[in-house]
DNA sequence: TGCTAAACTGAAAGTGCTTTCATTTTTACT
DNA sequence: AGTAAAAATGAAAGCACTTTCAGTTTAGCA
C-alpha cells in the first residue's frame, strides 16, 4: 500500500483528534502542551511520516547547490556542444544543473526578471545571449555570480571569442589557398534576443578581402534566415552564377554542411572545384572532413563553470574576462 | 524614505500602483505581462529592494515546478536530440528542467537513492537508463511520477523502440534491394549502467539474414568499442576482406557516418559500391543524405513529459506503456 | 465545597505569496 | 467600422502553517 500524498497537519490533527494549532504547537513550542497530547501528536506525526513541507523545501533549497544555465532553445548545434562542456565539468561537483531555454525575446526577459528574485540559483551561466545593462545589475544586486558566454560585460566574468579574427583567419587561409573568388554564406540577424556572430565573421571576411584587394561582387555575400532549406538554396544560387565562387566561407559549420549537401547534389568536386570552410568546429565537422574554425566550444562550457565555481567559493574576486582562442582546423573540404 | 520593515509585495503594489496579483506575475510568469508594466514593477522592486520571502513562496506553491531528468552522459547525439525534445515540450509549461548525467554505476545509484528524498521534483524522467527493481520502487513509495525511455517496467510509464524490429526492417530493406552479402558494425556492450539497444537491433539483423537465408561470415559483424577511430577500423578491416560487402548496417547513425568517412577516404562509392543503412536518424543523418531507420528522438522527449505532464496533473492514472513507432527514411546512402 | 489563577486548547484571524476567475483593454480580422 | 478573439489585469480565494484570543479544564487553596 503505497502512501498516496504528503500529509498535512490536518493529517496529523484528523488521525489523533486534536486541532491543528496543538499540533503546531508541539512542533513550535512543545513546552506549552500537556506531555500526554504531545505524546499523542508525535506518535500520530511518526505514524503518518509527516513533515512539514514548506520549511523543509525553504530550507533545503535556499542557497543550495543549483547551478543555472540560461541558453538559446538548443536547435544549433554549438549550443549542445557547450553545454555539454557545463554538464562535463558539473559532474563532478554536486551541483544541480538547471536548464533555461529561451525561444523569444518575451521569454528571455522572463527569465532575466525572475531568476534573481525566486529560483534561488548559486551560480548563473548566460549562453550566448545579450544581456543588458539593468538585468545585469539586478544580478549583481542580488550576488548572483553570473559568468557571459560569448557577450560581454565590465562588472561580469565573460567568456569571449574574436570572431572578427576567425572571419579573418579563414578568409586569408582560402586567401592563401590560391582563391581570388571567394563567397560567404551566413545567416542573417534572426531574432531580436539572440547575439549574431555572423555579422562579425562576415566583418572580418570582407575586411580581408579588400586588403587583398580581391573583388566581391555583391552575389558572393548571401545572408539567409538559418534553415536547412535557405541555407541550400543560397548556395544553388551561388554555384549557378556566371562566374561562380572557387571558395565558399560559411558562417558556421551547420551552414558549410549545407553547401557540402548541395555540391554533392550539383556534382561539384570539394575541394578541387569548390573549397569550402566552416566555423565552430561542431562534431559533425570531423565525421565530413570539414576545414573549418576552431572555437572550443565544449570548453567554453567548462571554462565557464570553473570561473563560476571559482566566483561562488570567493565572491570578492574581480570579474574575469578570457578571450577564448580560435583555431583553423584543417581537413579536406578547403 | 525611512528604512523599516522586510518590503513585501503590498509594498511593491503600493509603490508601483499596481495589484498584487500583477506584481506576483512578474516574478512567476514574466512573460504573461505587458512589458511596460513589467518594467514598472521591477523597477519598484529595484528601488524598494524586495525579496521574495522563500517559506512564504513556498507555502503557497502547492508543487515544487521542478522535472528532472536523468540521462547518460550526453556524448551521444541521440541523448541530445531525446533532451532536446523534452526541454521544447516544457518550454511552454513553467517548469524547471534539471539535468542529472550519470558516467557511471556510481552515480546513477547515487541518484536513484537520493533523488527521492531530497530533490523534491514533480516528476522525473528517466532516460536510456536501466533502473532496478528496488530503485523503481522508491519513487513508487514516494509518489514521484516517472516516465522511463527507452526502458521498461510494468508499473510505471514507459517509451519503448522496438530496437530488434528496426533491425529487421534495416536488414530486409538491404535485401529487397538485392543485396546478399551484408554486414554489420556497431558497438559492444560499454559500461554496466548503460543500455544496449545495439544488441537488440543485431538479432533483428542476423534473424532477418537466417530467414532469407542469407550466409552471414563471422567477419561481417563487428562489434567494437564505440569511437569514432574504432569504427573507422572495423569500417576498413571489413572493407578490405576478399569479398567485402556490399551494404553495412550500422547499429547507429553516429557509426554510419564513421563508415561513410571510411568510404570516402578508401574511394568506394556509396551507393554503388557499398550501401550503408543507420539508425536513429539523428539531424546529421539529413545533411548527410544517409538512410536510416529514424526512431523520432526529439518525439520521444516530448511525448515524456507529456505524459508526466498528465499523470502529475492526475496520479490515479494508471501507467501509460507507449512504444514509438519506427520509419525507414530512404536517402541516398542505401 | 466554592472560587480563582494557572494551564491548556480550538476557532479563527493572520502570514506573504500564488492562482483562478471574471472583467477590461487590445488586437486582429472581416 | 464592428465584432470576435486574445491579452492584460485586479479581486478574491486559496496554500499550509503560525499566532492570537477567548474560552475550558484543572489545580490550588480557603
Known amino acids: 500500500m503505497a502512501k498516496k500524498k504528503k ?55 535556499s542557497g543550495s547547490n543549483r547551478i543555472g544555465v540560461i541558453t538559446p532553445f538548443f536547435t544549433a548545434p554549438s549550443f549542445v556542444q557547450r553545454l555539454r562542456g557545463v554538464a562535463s565539468a558539473l559532474a563532478t561537483s554536486n551541483y544541480e544543473l538547471v536548464i533555461y531555454t529561451v525561444d523569444s525575446y518575451d521569454r528571455i526577459q522572463g527569465y532575466f526578471s525572475s531568476i534573481p528574485f525566486v529560483s534561488n540559483l548559486d551560480g548563473l551561466i548566460v549562453m550566448s545571449l545579450p544581456i543588458q545593462k539593468q538585468d545585469a545589475q539586478r544580478f549583481l544586486d542580488h550576488g548572483i555570480e553570473t559568468v557571459l558566454v560569448e557577450y560581454s560585460h565590465p562588472e561580469m566574468n565573460c567568456i569571449e571569442i574574436d570572431d572578427f579574427q576567425g572571419g579573418v583567419m579563414a578568409t586569408q587561409y582560402l586567401i592563401d589557398k590560391g582563391h581570388r573568388c571567394i563567397a560567404f554564406v551566413g545567416d542573417k540577424e534572426p531574432h531580436d534576443f539572440e547575439i549574431h556572430p555572423a555579422s562579425a565573421r562576415l566583418k572580418g571576411f570582407k575586411e580581408t578581402m579588400r586588403k587583398a584587394g580581391l573583388d566581391l561582387p555583391d552575389e558572393y555575400v548571401r545572408l539567409f534566415v538559418n534553415t536547412q532549406e535557405r541555407a541550400m538554396q543560397a548556395t544553388r544560387d551561388m554555384l549557378s552564377l556566371p562566374t561562380p565562387p572557387t571558395a565558399i ?10 553547401v557540402l549537401k548541395v555540391a554533392r547534389e550539383m556534382g561539384v568536386k570539394v575541394p578541387e572545384q569548390l573549397a569550402v570552410i566552416g566555423f565552430d568546429d561542431i562534431d559533425s565537422a570531423e ?36 578571450r577564448l582562442p580560435l583555431n583553423l582546423i584543417e581537413r579536406k573540404t578547403a
Not at 484528523?14 to 504531545?38: A, D, F, H, M, W
Not at 566561407?249 to 549545407?258: E, V, Y
Not at 565530413?288 to 565572491?315: C, F, M, N, W, Y
Open 7 to 61: 500529509p498535512t497537519i490536518y493529517d496529523v490533527a484528523e488521525r489523533s483528534g486534536i486541532s491543528i494549532s496543538t499540533i503546531s504547537r508541539v512542533l513550535n513550542n512543545p513546552e506549552k502542551v500537556n506531555p500526554e497530547t504531545r505524546a499523542t501528536v508525535l506518535d500520530a506525526i511518526d505514524k503518518l511520516g509527516f513533515v512539514p513541507k514548506a520549511e523543509a523545501r525553504a530550507r533545503a533549497l
Open 249 to 258: 566561407f560559411a558562417a558556421a559549420d551547420i551552414q558549410a554542411l549545407s
Open 287 to 322: 565525421y565530413l572532413d570539414l576545414t573549418t574554425i576552431r572555437q572550443h566550444l565544449d570548453e567554453s562550457g567548462k571554462l565557464a563553470v570553473e570561473i563560476l565555481l571559482a566566483h561562488i567559493a570567493d565572491p570578492s574576486r574581480p570579474p574575469q574576462h578570457v
